[in-house]
């Protein structure tokens, strides 16, 4: 093929959605096959490969965030009715809701404490400036809510987004190992763990794990939005 | 199926409507979430198109962070100049967050049975 006639096909496809769409999908197939065949090797883990590979396809091609995104957006939509859709499994929870709500609340409060204590303490004593610091703090809540945090503690929002998301894919790729070491075996207490410490991503480990796991992380991913919203504006204070 | 996804739809809209008017800090999909447990916890069952549904859409959530995790190319620059503060904290707090909140919760779990 002569390259000018490549340049062509080249310039039609990043002007439509299409080629972000199936990228997306495409590389996310070869992450979930690459984790099967290393027999769930943490550190393949579908997502941080799939974001490796696109990250290092974009920057060598030069295109623009925003130009893959216009395709990947179809896919990214589908976050909010998949939310919605965690009510299902939490519902088949309901009669262990009902037992155990007191030890989900202590064990959500505690997480959330932890979760932006930890980061802002350690981040501090690195020698990290203060709206790093304060941009780490809500990073173990879904993104929407972190940024709300961030903005209102004088945080950089979007350089939240991008914490929030990797502390999703850093407890992802160590959750399980960790709790398989301090053997918590209970899937109630594995789920609010990975829902607690890294939001959607987590429950989406989770869900892997078992269903059960999956239906506590969805409501503690919930509920520690609630919590750390109203606890980090107080902690952020401290710093 | 349709109808499943129209209630998915219909319940994240509400959520949408209720985080504006109300300026809670939440989410519009996680009240959509509450709205549709509460409407199950109603309703007494779960019903088996939905679950079906359910299970579909959830089953893939991995992918569903992909989009957005490709963002993270925007500030690679200033993760990169903090790589050491901001890295050290994610990990380490990342690990004593699932480690707290999952001992207590296997702890407090066990004593309440």
Same mark, same amino acid.
């Given at each position: 093929m002569l390259p000018d006639q490549l340049q062509t096909i080249w310039v039609y496809l990043a002007a439509t959605p299409l080629l972000g769409l199936t990228l997306t999908l495409v590389v996310y197939l070869i992450g979930q096959f690459l984790f099967l065949k290393s027999r769930?090797?943490?550190?393949?883990n579908p997502v941080l490969v799939a974001v490796v590979l696109l990250i290092l396809l974009l920057k060598l091609t030069g295109t623009p965030y925003q130009t893959y995104f216009q395709g990947a957006q179809f896919v990214h939509f589908l976050l909010g009715p998949a939310t919605v859709a965690l009510a299902v499994p939490l519902y088949r929870q309901l009669p262990v809701l009902r037992r155990s709500i007191l030890a989900i609340l202590a064990a959500l409060v505690a997480g959330s404490l932890t979760a932006a204590l930890s980061a802002m303490v350690i981040a501090r004593s690195l020698g990290a400036s203060p709206s790093i610091i304060l941009s780490l703090?809500?990073?173990?809540?879904t993104t929407p809510i972190a940024m709300g945090i961030s903005e209102q503690i004088g945080g950089l929002p979007s350089l939240t987004a991008a914490l929030v998301l990797l502390t999703g894919i850093c407890g992802a790729v160590i959750g399980v190992a960790i709790l398989d070491r301090l053997r918590i075996n209970d899937p109630k207490a594995r789920g609010l763990a990975l829902g607690v410490a890294c939001h959607g991503i987590g429950t989406a480990r989770a869900l892997q794990d078992s269903e059960t796991a999956g239906a506590f992380a969805g409501l503690a991913m919930g509920l520690n939005g609630l919590v750390t919203a109203l606890l980090v504006p107080l902690l952020a204070r401290l710093f | 199926m349709i109808a499943c996804l129209a209630l998915l739809l219909v319940c994240q809209l509400t959520g949408e409507v209720i985080v504006r008017m109300?300026?809670? =800090?939440? =989410?519009g999909p996680v009240i959509g979430m509450g709205l549709l447990f509460l409407g199950l916890v109603i309703r007494g069952k779960t019903p088996p198109i939905l679950e079906e549904t359910a299970n579909r859409l959830l +089953?893939?959530? +991995?992918?569903?962070?992909v989009p957005a995790g490709v963002g993270i190319m925007m500030h690679l620059g200033l993760i990169g100049a903090n790589w050491l503060s901001i890295g050290v904290a994610l990990l380490i707090s990342t690990a004593v967050t699932i480690a707290v909140s999952g001992w207590l919760m296997q702890r407090l779990a066990a004593r309440g049975r």
């Open positions: 769930r090797m943490p550190l393949l703090a809500p990073k173990s809540v | 109300t300026h809670l =800090p939440i =989410p +089953s893939h959530l +991995s992918l569903l962070f």
